[in-house]
C-alpha cells in the first residue's frame, strides 16, 4: 500500500505561484504513475497532470499548459506541482494519487489506486 502526505496549499493572489508537494510511502514509488486532481467549489474532480514512473513523460489538461509543471524525485519519493501564473479559476482542492502503471499516464480517476487527503488552494482576484 501507498500512503500520500500533501502539503503546499494555501492562499495566493491572482498571477502568483504556489508550489504542491506529496509525499509518498512505500518501497515501490518510482514503479507508480503520479497524478494531481482538482475539485473546485460546485464541480466534479477534475484531471490536472501526470507524470510517468521515471519522470520521462507528462501530460497537462488544456487549462493548465504552460502554466504548471509536474516532476518528481524518486530518490526522495516526492512529487510536486509548480503552479505559476494562478487566476481564481484555479482554486479547488488539490489531490495527488498514484497508479500502478508504468510507461504511461492517464486522466481516469478510477485507474488510481491511492489518494492524498488534499490541499486547499485558493487564489484571490
Known amino acids: 500500500q501507498v500512503q500520500l502526505v500533501e502539503s503546499g496549499g494555501g492562499l495566493v493572489q491572482a498571477g502568483g505561484s504556489l508550489r504542491l508537494s506529496c509525499a509518498a510511502s512505500?518501497?515501490?514509488?518510482?514503479?507508480?504513475?503520479m497524478g494531481w486532481f482538482r475539485q473546485a467549489p460546485g464541480k466534479e474532480r477534475e484531471f490536472v497532470a501526470a507524470?510517468?514512473?521515471?519522470?520521462?513523460?507528462?501530460y497537462y489538461t488544456d487549462s493548465v499548459k504552460g502554466r504548471f509543471t509536474i516532476s518528481r524525485d524518486n530518490a526522495k519519493n516526492t512529487v510536486y506541482l509548480q503552479m505559476n501564473s494562478l487566476g481564481p479559476e484555479d482554486t479547488a482542492v488539490y489531490y495527488c494519487?498514484?497508479?500502478?502503471?508504468?510507461?504511461?499516464?492517464?486522466?481516469?480517476?478510477?485507474?488510481?489506486?491511492?489518494w492524498g487527503q488534499g490541499t486547499q488552494v485558493t487564489v484571490s482576484s
Open positions: 512505500g518501497r515501490t514509488f518510482s514503479r507508480y504513475t
Open positions: 494519487a498514484c497508479a500502478a502503471l508504468r510507461g504511461v499516464v492517464t486522466t481516469q480517476s478510477w485507474q488510481y489506486d491511492y
Open positions: 507524470i510517468t514512473a521515471s519522470g520521462g513523460g507528462t
